[in-house]
């Protein structure tokens, strides 16, 4: 027993000394990894270039305690600069220094805020991130809805910085002139001033380094601006090179990379466990004291990892394999039950303005207030929760399945909707619910979960709905087949389309169309849209069909032009086809000869889905010469704000406004205030849905620049509408 004994003491011995091995071996490896700066065995550095940046700048850019440089632009400067063929030469200093030194030609490129004062004696590479400003104050303080606000207050800004050129256009703000951003939140703890105007990342950043704790951000977010590298005049050779290098940064992951290290998660660093083991196993330590930390370490990585594999590390409440686990347990218990799925809708928005950490604590924030709503509250996925919730005991007067879902969706709703405040910042959000119940709509959890993600995704066309599963959501697998022969009918142009006119209503001549697409069936004859245009943005094929159709749409434009008839024309394009940098760049290719004659239609409802994403879209399709046009206008919650940021050239009124007009004084009202609106952004009104001549004589008044609709023309194919356009010009020369 005794020589088992020393046996298995030396056997642990030997496991415990060979794992501190391993583990100081990885630790070593690891710090080795980060350490080392990206690498393109393809790119060898052809000449120096000087890069200067804030010293004090974090989390961008930084002297560390050793005096070294780092932070997220000088690690991208690097690897931009390995994949371009630079030598990079990094020079931190302060920020007046550094803007001194780039005037003066002593640097060549500098990382800075866009402005449009800034690009008349500067050159820019292409953005690589989105900036946006806010407000901090101390806790309790007033919250700042505009800049007008501050009038009267005194207010911290960096010298020389973009808030300080802004702000001195601002009248009444008392400016405190501080040497950096993080000094400027340092005055407001201590005193000195009101308020601090600081980007977002340093905001957060200096927050976290400098334990401000009291310091919150009291503002919408300001300044929406492109990060790009700023370039001396005097050096046009760098920016096509440090363009291919970003780009190449991009493609590579390097970006991605080094984003997560310095960007990602602007949270106080926690000391977790396994650091401090690494750490101590670095000191002499008596073989018992280690075995025994060694012991305590397993357990509780042993604990952590099932908390990970069934539980959100953010929220703490259970992730989708979690949640797919309880509601087994559920099964099980043969009672009924509901399974309510909510989409988060403006969480992109949120994430591109305040930054992945402040989402992280407003999710953190909804989740605790689901918890209190139900036990079975599980976050799935980056902007969506499940919640399970037991049905009561049937009895007298209680509720069907129907009127308890609807019900619990809407209250589930009002408990998301309700203002939320996140470092200071009150914030109501919008969201959309579809709900399953348990045995109807399924009897496993897989079953369940889709239900509720059918009735989510048709929930998500109105934001604030709340759709219970029924079975025509279900897809249907005879779809299959129609979507292979969709893909056939427009890999061999068999796809039709048929062109609505639109009427100018004050000259009274045809002046465009809209393509609707039509699809003739060999088997099952004319279909209407409804049939396959959403089985085409579920499958990802609306981009396949948008940019055929867009070609067909060119193709009528370049006929006009050699017609020298002045016509436009209207495609729509989906939420989809915005996200698909594919898609947007086909576009901007093929239609470089018809600028100006073809329209991209975009409802309000895409828009909000993915507000970023659109405004990014639209401003490529833009520049490329196209017109945009805001489709359905009044149907959905879009704020003003994303019509002044879209700022289309046309916006049309959806047809809900038009049908009974006359007969309305309140859609009456309604439309003279949107055509104001439109008029305000420069836009011109298109009416959608005219059906007589008195709405017409109606729209012409109010100011309605045109007209589509049943009073107007039926849908014909474009030797009809070239026809009907000869002939309303004839009819009025005669």
Same mark, same amino acid.
């Given at each position: 027993?005794?020589?088992?004994?020393?046996?298995?003491?030396?056997?642990?011995?030997?496991?415990?000394?060979?794992?501190?091995?391993?583990?100081?071996?990885?630790?070593?490896?690891?710090?080795?990894?980060?350490?080392?700066?990206?690498?393109?065995?393809?790119?060898?550095?052809?000449?120096?270039?000087?890069?200067?940046?804030?010293?004090?700048?974090?989390?961008?850019?930084?002297?560390?305690?050793?005096?070294?440089?780092?932070?997220?632009?000088?690690?991208?400067?690097?690897?931009?600069?390995?994949?371009?063929?630079?030598?990079?030469?990094?020079?931190?200093?302060?920020?007046?220094?550094?803007?001194?030194? /780039?005037?003066?030609?002593?640097?060549?490129?500098?990382?800075?805020?866009?402005?449009?004062?800034?690009?008349?004696?500067?050159?820019?590479?292409?953005?690589?991130?989105?900036?946006?400003?806010?407000?901090?104050?101390?806790?309790?303080?007033?919250?700042?809805?505009? /800049?007008?606000?501050?009038? $009267?207050?005194?207010?911290?800004?960096?010298?020389? $910085?973009?808030?300080?050129?802004?702000?001195?256009?601002?009248?009444?703000?008392?400016?405190?002139?501080?040497?950096?951003?993080?000094?400027?939140?340092?005055?407001?703890?201590?005193?000195?001033?009101?308020?601090?105007?600081?980007?977002?990342?340093?905001?957060?950043?200096?927050?976290?380094?400098?334990?401000?704790?009291?310091?919150?951000?009291?503002?919408?977010?300001?300044?929406?601006?492109?990060?790009?590298?700023?370039?001396?005049?005097?050096?046009?050779?760098?920016?096509?090179?440090?363009?291919?290098?970003?780009?190449?940064?991009?493609?590579?992951?390097?970006?991605?990379?080094?984003?997560?290290?310095?960007?990602?998660?602007?949270?106080?660093?926690?000391?977790?466990?396994?650091?401090?083991?690494?750490?101590?196993?670095?000191?002499?330590?008596?073989?018992?004291?280690?075995?025994?930390?060694?012991?305590?370490?397993?357990?509780?990585?042993?604990?952590?990892?099932?908390?990970?594999?069934?539980?959100?590390?953010?929220?703490?409440?259970?992730?989708?394999?979690?949640?797919?686990?309880?509601?087994?347990?559920?099964?099980?218990?043969?009672?009924?039950?509901?399974?309510?799925?909510?989409?988060?809708?403006?969480?992109?928005?949120?994430?591109?303005?305040?930054?992945?950490?402040?989402?992280?604590?407003?999710?953190?924030?909804?989740?605790?207030?689901?918890?209190?709503?139900?036990?079975?509250?599980?976050?799935?996925?980056?902007?969506?929760?499940?919640?399970?919730?037991?049905?009561?005991?049937?009895?007298?007067?209680?509720?069907?399945?129907?009127?308890?879902?609807?019900?619990?969706?809407?209250?589930?709703?009002?408990?998301?909707?309700?203002?939320?405040?996140?470092?200071?910042?009150?914030?109501?959000?919008?969201?959309?619910?579809?709900?399953?119940?348990?045995?109807?709509?399924?009897?496993?959890?897989?079953?369940?979960?889709?239900?509720?993600?059918?009735?989510?995704?048709?929930?998500?066309?109105?934001?604030?709905?709340?759709?219970?599963?029924?079975?025509?959501?279900?897809?249907?697998?005879?779809?299959?087949?129609?979507?292979?022969?969709?893909?056939?009918?427009?890999?061999?142009?068999? /796809?039709?389309?048929?062109?609505?006119?639109?009427?100018?209503?004050?000259?009274?001549?045809?002046?465009?169309?809209?393509?609707?697409?039509?699809?003739?069936?060999?088997?099952?004859?004319? /279909?209407?849209?409804?049939?396959?245009?959403?089985?085409?943005?579920?499958?990802?094929?609306?981009?396949?069909?948008?940019?055929?159709?867009?070609?067909?749409?060119?193709?009528?434009?370049?006929?006009?032009?050699?017609?020298?008839?002045?016509?436009?024309?209207?495609?729509?394009?989906?939420?989809?086809?915005?996200?698909?940098?594919?898609?947007?760049?086909?576009?901007?290719?093929?239609?470089?000869?018809?600028?100006?004659?073809?329209?991209?239609?975009?409802?309000?409802?895409?828009?909000?889905?993915?507000?970023?994403?659109?405004?990014?879209?639209?401003?490529?399709?833009?520049? $490329?010469?196209?017109?945009?046009?805001?489709?359905?206008?009044?149907?959905?919650?879009?704020?003003?704000?994303?019509?002044?940021?879209?700022?289309?050239?046309?916006?049309?009124?959806?047809?809900?406004?038009?049908?009974?007009?006359?007969?309305?004084?309140?859609?009456?009202?309604?439309?003279?205030?949107?055509?104001?609106?439109?008029?305000?952004?420069?836009?011109?009104?298109?009416?959608?849905?005219?059906?007589?001549?008195?709405?017409?004589?109606?729209?012409?008044?109010?100011?309605?620049?045109?007209?589509?609709?049943?009073?107007?023309?039926?849908?014909?194919?474009?030797?009809?509408?070239?026809? $009907?356009?000869?002939?309303?010009?004839?009819?009025?020369?005669?």
């Amino acid at each position: 027993m005794a020589a088992q004994r020393a046996i298995g003491l030396r056997t642990w011995t030997i496991v415990l000394v060979a794992g501190l091995l391993v583990a100081m071996a990885a630790t070593v490896a690891l710090r080795r990894t980060q350490a080392a700066p990206p690498q393109d065995s393809q790119a060898q550095p052809a000449h120096t270039v000087r890069f200067g940046a804030d010293m004090d700048y974090a989390p961008f850019s930084r002297l560390d305690a050793k005096g070294e440089p780092n932070g997220y632009d000088v690690e991208l400067f690097k690897s931009v600069a390995a994949h371009a063929g630079l030598d990079p030469d990094i020079r931190l200093g302060t920020w007046q220094r550094v803007r001194n030194d /780039l005037d003066a030609g002593e640097l060549d490129v500098v990382p800075m805020l866009v402005t449009d004062a800034r690009k008349r004696h500067l050159l820019f590479s292409e953005p690589y991130l989105r900036f946006y400003h806010l407000a901090f104050g101390p806790k309790g303080g007033k919250y700042v809805g505009t /800049l007008g606000e501050l009038a $009267g207050a005194r207010v911290a800004v960096q010298r020389a $910085g973009m808030a300080w050129e802004y702000l001195h256009n601002t009248p009444g703000v008392r400016i405190v002139e501080v040497d950096n951003e993080p000094d400027a939140l340092r005055a407001v703890a201590a005193g000195q001033a009101d308020y601090a105007i600081v980007p977002t990342y340093i905001g957060y950043e200096a927050q976290r380094r400098l334990r401000l704790r009291d310091i919150v951000a009291l503002s919408p977010a300001f300044y929406e601006t492109s990060y790009a590298f700023a370039v001396a005049q005097d050096r046009p050779d760098l920016v096509p090179k440090l363009n291919a290098g970003l780009r190449e940064a991009m493609r590579s992951g390097d970006q991605q990379r080094i984003y997560i290290n310095y960007l990602a998660n602007l949270t106080p660093t926690q000391e977790t466990f396994r650091s401090g083991l690494f750490r101590a196993a670095w000191a002499v330590v008596p073989l018992t004291a280690m075995a025994i930390v060694l012991l305590v370490w397993w357990r509780r990585a042993r604990r952590r990892s099932i908390n990970l594999e069934y539980f959100d590390p953010v929220t703490q409440v259970l992730n989708r394999r979690g949640f797919r686990r309880r509601l087994g347990e559920l099964i099980l218990q043969r009672k009924p039950f509901a399974v309510v799925r909510l989409d988060l809708q403006e969480i992109g928005a949120v994430d591109a303005m305040a930054g992945p950490a402040f989402v992280d604590d407003l999710l953190r924030g909804l989740a605790d207030r689901l918890k209190a709503e139900s036990t079975h509250v599980a976050k799935v996925d980056d902007r969506g929760f499940q919640v399970a919730v037991q049905c009561p005991t049937s009895g007298a007067g209680a509720p069907n399945n129907a009127e308890l879902a609807q019900n619990l969706m809407h209250h589930l709703l009002d408990t998301i909707k309700a203002r939320i405040e996140v470092a200071g910042v009150p914030m109501e959000l919008v969201a959309s619910a579809g709900a399953a119940m348990y045995p109807a709509h399924g009897d496993t959890p897989d079953l369940l979960m889709r239900a509720a993600n059918l009735a989510t995704e048709e929930a998500m066309q109105r934001p604030g709905a709340a759709v219970l599963y029924h079975q025509s959501l279900a897809p249907d697998a005879s779809r299959l087949t129609l979507l292979t022969d969709l893909r056939a009918a427009i890999r061999d142009r068999t /796809l039709g389309h048929a062109l609505q006119p639109k009427l100018d209503l004050r000259t009274g001549k045809i002046c465009g169309a809209e393509m609707l697409v039509r699809w003739k069936h060999p088997q099952h004859g004319d /279909l209407p849209p409804g049939d396959f245009v959403p089985l085409a943005e579920r499958t990802g094929v609306i981009g396949e069909m948008t940019t055929y159709l867009v070609e067909q749409a060119i193709a009528h434009c370049r006929d006009w032009q050699a017609q020298e008839l002045d016509l436009t024309l209207s495609v729509n394009v989906s939420v989809n086809d915005l996200s698909d940098a594919a898609v947007v760049d086909h576009i901007v290719q093929a239609a470089r000869d018809v600028r100006g004659q073809l329209m991209l239609e975009v409802t309000e409802t895409a828009v909000m889905r993915d507000p970023e994403t659109a405004f990014a879209a639209v401003e490529r399709l833009r520049a $490329g010469g196209l017109r945009i046009s805001l489709d359905d206008f009044g149907t959905g919650n879009a704020s003003l704000t994303y019509l002044r940021r879209l700022a289309p050239e046309e916006v049309k009124i959806d047809r809900s406004f038009i049908t009974g007009l006359l007969g309305s004084e309140a859609d009456q009202r309604i439309v003279r205030s949107t055509i104001q609106l439109a008029h305000a952004v420069n836009a011109v009104v298109t009416a959608e849905g005219v059906e007589d001549k008195a709405t017409l004589a109606w729209l012409r008044e109010a100011g309605c620049e045109n007209a589509q609709g049943y009073g107007v023309g039926r849908a014909v194919d474009a030797v009809a509408l070239i026809e $009907g356009v000869r002939g309303n010009a004839e009819k009025r020369t005669g």
